[in-house]
């Protein structure tokens, strides 16, 4: 799917884990808040299909520095 196309398009480029995955939401009724890095997320709709892609760390307390 759209994830996957992402993931292999955009791979994280140091090879950690903590470099960030896409995630991606769709569906036709749906409300979200996410925390996502800079410039890797897309909202869009079409035809009452709802498609929510990002990309953030794969957890929000990682540290670079740990």
């Given amino acids: 799917g759209v994830k996957t196309a992402f993931d292999i398009k955009y791979p994280p480029t140091d090879n950690k884990a903590t470099s960030g995955v896409y995630h991606c939401i769709a569906g036709s009724n749906f409300a979200c808040s996410v925390t996502h890095e800079t410039h890797c997320s897309a909202f869009w709709e079409c035809d009452n ?14 540290s670079p520095n740990a």
Avoid: E
């Avoid at 990309?55 to 990682?62: E, G, W, Y």
């Fill in 49 to 62: 299909v709802k498609l929510l892609l990002f990309k953030s760390k794969d957890s929000p307390f990682d």
